[in-house]
């Protein structure tokens, strides 16, 4: 069998993040966390992640400053965006300019993201 993805799954809302684990738990090696602040802390210390997926819109840090800030430490791992919303300037220019590899609507298309997912790490 091989080894499963790791997974870095970063949203203030505690539902998501339950949600995110019942659907995610079984297919990759799923870490959450809570914050921008927090989720750089896990990336830190945990080597294996390949893969962050971080909401849009949280308190202090959002997802694109998270993610522009754990790129430039970790340029390796895959980045994806989730929004409740349309996407915005700043989501398109994350997508033009490579800091992300794709963004996800909410509410969560499981299989889009499972897919994505995988595919991204060929």
Do not use: C, W
């Amino acid at each position: 069998m091989s080894k499963k993805i790791s997974v870095l799954y970063v949203d203030d809302e505690p539902i998501n993040l339950k949600l995110f684990e019942l659907n995610f738990t079984d297919i990759f090696n799923l870490i959450t966390a809570s914050s921008g602040f927090q989720g750089l802390e896990i990336l830190e210390n945990n080597p294996d992640i390949s893969v962050v997926v971080s909401d849009m819109r949280m308190p202090k840090m959002d997802g694109i400053e998270f993610i522009g800030k754990a790129k430039t430490k970790f340029p390796h791992i895959v980045y994806f965006i989730l929004t409740g919303f349309e996407i915005t300037e700043e989501i398109s220019q994350a997508l033009n300019s490579n800091l992300i590899n794709k963004y996800f609507r909410k509410p969560f298309n499981f299989k889009e993201i499972e897919s994505s997912i995988s595919s991204a790490m060929g």
